[in-house]
């Protein structure tokens, strides 16, 4: 890895800030890929994390600190962390108003479009926020890269190379914005979630497309969690910008700039996976989960409360399944984890009362005095999540559209019994564990649950087979190389646009 700073912009920090009970100010470490792949990386460079204060307590440790600059705030991950305290209502007109009701839903296919959505003046005023939060990060970031350092000791030679690493939907106007500002700053964009192919892309306004488009294009280089959303961006920019495509080279060539195209797959720590998953608080849940499924098979989902995770359509693939093959009534029981998502938003709260509605359903349908058939929990409880994969039998992620869902990858690799995973073929992780799971069209109820039944009826030792290959390749690229190769990717494309003696400038 090439030495040097490494700037890295989320809307979530690797820290979060909580009140004790006598109002005193403690740190959490976050979770996630982008935390675990940078604690590995920082050994090697600087590393500063902008973040938004997301908050009350977020927004008193920024503002004690001078300049949002935390002392020691990377929470273990070797990182500096500036934590950015932007205005309430611009916070919530750009997180709420755009990134969560409006890029979420293109890039998933969410809307009920003979009813949603209405980009009146309303929706102005959101993106005005929203490109006032965006212009925020990539003011922070053009600061941040001023702690480079001088040239060289004599004032001669290279800056040490500055690279900023934009992250996701929240952020897409930060790359044009950062480059305006710091031509001699590497920039790369990772996108978490799908694209949205072009048609449906163009259900936003036009000039708001084009923006969308070319502040990502902004960036030297542009990574997504497979080839089928980095092709969907690709025909984006030829179709909606008119932006000349090789598709050869994977790159977009765009108001003299070139951006290269590429995928990196994000995996799981195996590891420190395997470890958590030891604790001595997983083994109580463990031990709790054993005793309600009482030895009947278990089939396990966890998910946000999400409206793209399919939860209801999951449930009512359950409900064909004892109706369709009685033979399991009495022998399984689906534990379905669920942990609240943004409930600000009206949609969101009407989807998991949808979800609570249909689990009482089944319950009334099929519920005897000595079985329960579903068992439904709506809170976050992690180490209640990883017992329930030590203890899958079948695994059911069914998303209607996913960026990639580490849930797939994480379950098998902590399955004790050998699971079978019945995936969505939408879900960005199909590419790397279709060929060991039993792919399902997320919309097809009657498939998803004649896929349960196969994968409740399948042999034990094929279903070990199975989880093993399905181990193996989840955990192939773990966040530690995720990062890395992100970084490498962007430094051949600098060099390439700006020349080998120094990958950062232009």
Same mark, same amino acid.
């Given at each position: 890895?090439?030495?040097?700073?490494?700037?890295?912009?989320?809307?979530?920090? +690797?820290?979060?800030?909580?009140?004790?009970?006598?109002?005193?100010?403690?740190?959490?470490?976050?979770?996630?890929?982008?935390?675990?792949?940078?604690?590995?990386?920082?050994?090697?460079?600087?590393?500063?994390?902008?973040?938004?204060?997301?908050?009350?307590?977020?927004?008193?440790?920024?503002?004690?600190?001078?300049?949002?600059?935390?002392? /020691?705030?990377?929470?273990?991950?070797?990182?500096?962390? $500036?934590?950015?305290?932007?205005?309430?209502?611009?916070?919530?007109?750009?997180?709420? =108003?755009?990134?969560?009701?409006? &890029?979420?839903?293109?890039?998933?296919?969410?809307?009920?479009? #003979?009813?949603?959505?209405?980009?009146?003046?309303?929706?102005?005023?959101?993106?005005?926020?929203? $490109?006032?939060?965006?212009?925020?990060?990539?003011?922070?970031?053009? /600061?941040?890269?001023?702690?480079?350092?001088?040239?060289?000791? *004599?004032?001669?030679?290279?800056?040490?190379?500055? $690279?900023?690493?934009?992250?996701?939907?929240?952020?897409?106007?930060? #790359?044009?914005?950062?480059?305006?500002?710091?031509? *001699?700053?590497?920039?790369?964009?990772?996108?978490?979630?799908?694209?949205?192919? #072009?048609?449906?892309?163009?259900?936003?306004?036009?000039?708001?497309?084009?923006?969308?488009?070319?502040?990502? &294009?902004?960036?030297?280089?542009? =990574?997504?969690?497979?080839?089928?959303?980095?092709?969907?961006?690709?025909?984006?920019?030829?179709?909606?910008?008119?932006?000349?495509?090789?598709?050869?080279?994977?790159?977009?060539?765009?108001?003299?700039?070139?951006?290269?195209?590429?995928?990196? +797959?994000?995996?799981?720590?195996?590891?420190?996976?395997?470890?958590?998953? %030891?604790?001595?608080?997983?083994?109580?849940?463990?031990?709790?989960?054993?005793?309600?499924?009482?030895?009947?098979?278990?089939?396990?989902?966890?998910?946000?409360?999400? &409206?793209?995770?399919?939860?209801?359509?999951?449930?009512?693939?359950?409900?064909?399944?004892?109706?369709?093959?009685?033979?399991?009534?009495?022998?399984?029981?689906?534990?379905?984890?669920?942990?609240?998502?943004?409930?600000?938003?009206?949609?969101?709260?009407?989807?998991?009362?949808?979800?609570?509605? &249909?689990?009482?359903?089944?319950? /009334?349908?099929? =519920?005897?005095?000595?079985?329960? #058939?579903?068992?439904?929990?709506?809170?976050?409880?992690?180490?209640?999540?990883?017992?329930?994969?030590?203890?899958?039998?079948?695994?059911?992620?069914?998303?209607?559209?996913?960026?990639?869902?580490?849930?797939?990858?994480?379950? +098998?690799?902590?399955?004790?019994?050998?699971?079978?995973?019945?995936?969505?073929?939408?879900?960005?992780? @199909?590419?790397?564990?279709?060929?060991?799971?039993?792919?399902?069209?997320?919309?097809?109820?009657?498939?998803? %649950?004649?896929?349960?039944?196969?994968?409740?009826?399948?042999?034990?030792?094929?279903?070990?087979?199975?989880?093993?290959?399905? @181990?193996?390749?989840?955990?192939?690229?773990?966040?530690?190389?995720?990062?890395?190769?992100?970084?490498?990717?962007?430094?051949? %494309?600098?060099?390439?646009?700006?020349?080998?003696?120094?990958?950062?400038?232009?």
């Amino acid at each position: 890895m090439t030495p040097g700073r490494v700037l890295v912009a989320s809307n979530r920090g +690797p820290v979060s800030f909580s009140r004790t009970g006598d109002g005193r100010l403690t740190a959490r470490r976050g979770g996630g890929g982008m935390v675990s792949g940078l604690s590995s990386v920082a050994g090697q460079a600087e590393v500063l994390w902008v973040c938004a204060a997301l908050s009350d307590a977020d927004r008193a440790a920024a503002g004690a600190a001078p300049g949002g600059y935390l002392e /020691d705030g990377g929470g273990g991950t070797g990182s500096a962390v $500036r934590m950015l305290d932007i205005p309430a209502a611009t916070f919530d007109r750009a997180y709420n =108003g755009v990134a969560n009701s409006t &890029l979420w839903f293109i890039h998933h296919m969410l809307y009920d479009t #003979p009813n949603q959505p209405h980009f009146g003046l309303a929706f102005r005023r959101e993106w005005e926020s929203f $490109r006032a939060y965006n212009a925020a990060f990539a003011a922070a970031l053009a /600061d941040g890269a001023d702690g480079a350092g001088p040239p060289g000791p *004599d004032g001669s030679g290279p800056r040490r190379p500055v $690279r900023a690493m934009v992250q996701d939907y929240h952020l897409t106007l930060v #790359p044009r914005m950062l480059a305006d500002l710091r031509p *001699d700053v590497a920039i790369g964009y990772f996108c978490h979630t799908p694209w949205a192919p #072009p048609d449906y892309f163009a259900i936003l306004p036009d000039d708001i497309a084009r923006e969308v488009l070319d502040g990502i &294009l902004g960036a030297d280089h542009a =990574g997504f969690q497979t080839q089928r959303w980095a092709d969907a961006f690709l025909d984006c920019c030829q179709q909606i910008l008119g932006a000349e495509v090789d598709r050869g080279g994977r790159a977009v060539h765009y108001r003299g700039r070139t951006t290269t195209v590429g995928v990196h +797959p994000l995996g799981v720590d195996a590891h420190e996976l395997r470890e958590r998953a %030891a604790a001595a608080d997983v083994q109580a849940q463990v031990e709790a989960l054993t005793a309600t499924a009482a030895g009947r098979k278990l089939i396990v989902r966890v998910d946000r409360t999400e &409206l793209s995770k399919n939860i209801v359509r999951g449930l009512a693939a359950y409900r064909e399944l004892l109706i369709t093959y009685p033979q399991w009534r009495g022998r399984v029981t689906h534990l379905a984890f669920a942990y609240p998502s943004r409930h600000d938003l009206p949609e969101y709260r009407e989807y998991t009362a949808s979800v609570q509605r &249909l689990a009482r359903e089944i319950l /009334d349908e099929f =519920g005897t005095e000595d079985w329960n #058939p579903l068992v439904l929990q709506v809170n976050d409880d992690y180490p209640r999540s990883l017992a329930a994969y030590r203890l899958a039998d079948v695994l059911l992620v069914n998303p209607i559209r996913d960026g990639m869902n580490l849930v797939a990858k994480e379950g +098998p690799l902590l399955s004790e019994r050998g699971c079978a995973l019945v995936l969505s073929r939408e879900a960005g992780a @199909a590419a790397e564990l279709g060929e060991a799971a039993l792919l399902v069209n997320p919309y097809d109820v009657s498939g998803t %649950a004649q896929a349960l039944h196969e994968a409740l009826d399948m042999p034990a030792a094929e279903r070990q087979r199975r989880c093993g290959m399905l @181990a193996k390749a989840g955990s192939a690229v773990s966040p530690h190389d995720w990062f890395a190769d992100q970084l490498s990717a962007l430094d051949e %494309a600098a060099r390439r646009a700006h020349g080998p003696a120094n990958p950062a400038g232009r």
